[in-house]
């Protein structure tokens, strides 16, 4: 009895913390973020006029042109008007969550969702800080125990070199909690109180903007290059194989199933051309009756490993992109 | 390790439950002293030593604030135990002389060397621009200050040396005012250490909202503001005039937030452990005056300066030129107290310059009393305090600590100080100017600010019962979240 006031006050308090800062989180508007809150303000308020949607990494952000795919289509007898959602970096559950942001606000129904073949992105404390602190948007309760439950079935040799296990557990954690109690967003959340349209929406697009970023031709670099060959180089030696990733990179695939099909879409999963040996594919035990346009083979494709198409080691440049999605167009109307 | 730090939350938890489970006085203290040597530590050594990396420089510093205590603890005695006042106050004088010692060799040896490379250079004699390269101790002003009270409370016979070790240890190293004060007077600490601390007696509501509005002043308010005033110092000349009335302002919002927020966070640490430390800050920007705002700003120092500096050196005794000559030697040791930059020393001059033409002013006025005691006089002298305050923070705020003295510290704090005075009427072509905006913010700190001055908040939160203090914390806590900055600037006092 003379530890229950204490205990009682604790509960009390963290009960007041935590719910104050639910309905703070509820208040709050999603942050500025590069290319993510524009795409998603535009879809919010456009979405319901495309009927196809791209996501995945800067490999859908950079690769696939929707305005070039939508005339392939056209051409053929089966329109569509597409957007593509692809965000450079984004893996899952990154992706997971803007797909259910993206489609939160739909009317109508989707025709098509084409989602990268990508696992989950493990990040170490040095290459967050190094690169995006992105997590601070989406690392929700969801996503969190999708990253927990990733990190503790990581085999020891998928463990960072500079880091460990338990050591990006408390990162992770760390973020997660700075996410759900509002870390810093006060201003963002008296700037929302005032201004009537946040800044991404104040960008202009043209009323067909449809998401894709591509970059101009222009000669690789040595060093990116060098990357590049010594990546032919391995895999000539050693052909990619198809690879399953972990249980938990299995279930956030069948996830986006279950979304897209909510919205009264087909999913196709494709895998980009890359030079890397293994290449992440859908456990056909779970996702067998899913499509899946492989590109991943400089056997089958050697115009999509040819450098002067490159922008970087693991980029097509413009002529790239227009050449993969006309090839992508081709092999999807083969679908239908 | 700072106070608004998760790890130092962590810190206190592991700490505070420890201490309470604890049955023994002595076992608490242990644990106590314990807690302050790795809360020192952590200032100098991280974690990196645990994964084979080497000693930073500092890793002997706590070495050094063990043997100041040992030093202090046999010169107590040496004192106590001798009945010959000139063997007294030889072991005292060792005492002054080793302590002082090593305050002038950390942080005054670069300045002395510098100016007097200056000096030489100055008089056309060839001088070598080296200078040493010392890292200051944290805590170094605050520690020493604290052991030498220690000895001259025992040599004036105020009180009695501590015969045991650990309560000196303790008294001298407490972690919660060991890097940034309050300067805790041996009469008013020690005692507490005699008797086991009672949870009972702890105010813990108390001790938890002051934690909560010192948080609020350092982490949401100082670090806010800080980087207004950072942009603005790094280059004044870049800036209009009225940029320099808003940076110095938001200056003197700065230093009050940081330092009076570290002192409340201190003062509820040790609350939450059953200690009572000394009252530092008293509303100073309030003050009427000069003499007054030194009897509410940084009070542990002032009085420090008073009862051990000012007194020694005759006080208020004799003509009135002697009496003046102590106090502007009080201030200007003041100044230089905060480090070693001519600067420094300008912002003690000006101070004691203030409290020599304030007495005289007093004498000179005596018979207006009752206009004196008028609220528009009371304003305006309030006004003209602050006014005069915030010239002097130019001087404070215009040396880059981080870098060696230069003449680049006085040509900001000139040339902001004629931005504040109104007389930079034009500003360069293409001059920045800090957002007009900041000036309501200020506004607005200061109004609540004085409501607090007029104890609007003091007690309404202490009714009710324990469950809504407890939900109405946590509330207030989600709150104060949003408004922190995500990255934490270090306290400005830990570099005195």
Known sequence: MRYLNPILCVLLFLAGLTGTALLINHRLPLPEILSITEKLHWLKKHGDQYDTLFIGSSRTNRHIRADLFDQYMVAAGHPTHSFNLGVNAMRPPEDNFILEAALAHRQKPLKYVIVESNQIRLDSEADLDATTERKAYWLDPKRYLVIMRRLLEMTPSEVPSKSSRWGMILYDTRRFVNRELNLGRGLELVNAHYEKSPKSL?????????????????????????????????????????????????????????????????????????????????????????PVLNFWDPKLYPEFYDPKLLADSGHFNDVGAELFTKEFARQFLELK | ?????????????????????????????????????????????????????????????????????????????????????????????????????????????????????????????????STLKIILPVGISFYTFQSMSYTIEVYRRHRAAERNLLNLATFISFFPQLVAGPIVRANDFLPQL????????????????????????????????????????????????????????????????????????????????????????????????????W??????????????????????????????????????????????????????????????????????????????????????????????????????RAADLSKPMTGADFERAFHTLRGFLGLKLHSPHKAKSLDIRLLYVFAGLAFIHWLNFRRVFSTWWRKGPDAIFALGLGAAVAVVILFIPVTYAPFIYFQF
């Open chain 1, 202 to 290: 104040k960008k202009k697009f043209s009323a067909d903007w449809q998401g894709w970023e591509y970059q101009r031709q222009q000669p690789i670099k040595a060093s990116e290059l060098k990357i590049f060959n010594a990546r032919m180089t391995d895999l000539a030696q050693t052909p990619s194989v198809a690879y399953l990733g972990s249980p938990e990179d299995q279930r956030q695939l069948l996830e986006k199933r279950r979304l897209i099909e909510s919205h009264g879409a087909r999913m196709i999963v494709y895998l980009p051309p890359l030079a890397h040996r293994q290449r992440f594919t859908p456990d056909p035990k779970t996702m067998g009756d899913v």
């Open chain 2, 1 to 129: 390790m700072l106070f608004v730090e998760l790890r130092f939350f962590l810190f206190f938890l592991l700490i505070f439950g420890v201490y309470w489970t604890l049955r023994s006085n002595t076992a608490r203290k242990v644990w106590i002293l314990i807690c302050s040597y790795v809360f020192y530590s952590a200032f100098f050594i991280g974690v990196g030593v645990f994964s084979g990396q080497p000693l930073p420089p500092g890793w002997w510093f706590p070495f050094m604030l063990l043997a100041s205590t040992a030093m202090d603890y046999v010169v107590g005695l040496k004192v106590q135990d001798s009945d010959e006042t000139r063997v007294r106050k030889a072991w005292m004088l060792v005492s002054l002389t080793i302590n002082i010692g090593v305050l002038v060799y950390f942080k005054y040896m670069g300045f002395f060397l510098e100016s007097a490379v200056d000096f030489t250079h100055w008089i056309g004699l060839p001088a070598s621009p």
């Open chain 2, 194 to 293: 005699q008797s086991k601390r009672s949870w009972a007696d702890v105010d813990v509501r108390g001790a938890l909202v002051l934690f909560l509005v010192g948080f609020v002043k350092k982490a949401c308010i100082s670090d806010s503001v800080a980087p207004f005033v950072d942009q603005y110092f790094a280059n004044p000349h870049g800036y209009t005039g009225l940029s320099a009335i808003i940076a110095v302002l938001l200056y003197a919002v700065q230093i009050y937030c940081d330092f009076s927020g570290y002192t409340d966070m201190a003062i509820a640490v040790a609350r939450l452990l059953g200690y009572e430390l000394t009252k530092n800050f008293d509303f100073p920007y309030f003050a009427a005056s000069s003499t007054e705002f």
């Open chain 2, 295 to 396: 009897r509410r700003w940084h009070i542990s120092l002032s009085t420090w300066l008073r009862d051990y500096l000012y007194i020694s050196l005759g006080g208020n005794r004799g003509a009135k030129a002697f009496v003046y000559r102590n106090l502007m030697l009080t201030m200007i040791l003041g100044g230089l107290w905060h480090g070693a930059r001519w600067t420094f020393v300008i912002w003690g001059t000006l101070h004691g310059l203030a409290l020599v033409l304030h007495r005289e002013w007093d004498r000179l006025t005596s018979q207006w009393k009752s206009l004196r005691q008028t609220l528009a006089w009371r304003i305006f002298a309030t006004l003209l305090t602050f006014y005069f305050v915030c010239v002097c923070w130019i001087f404070f």
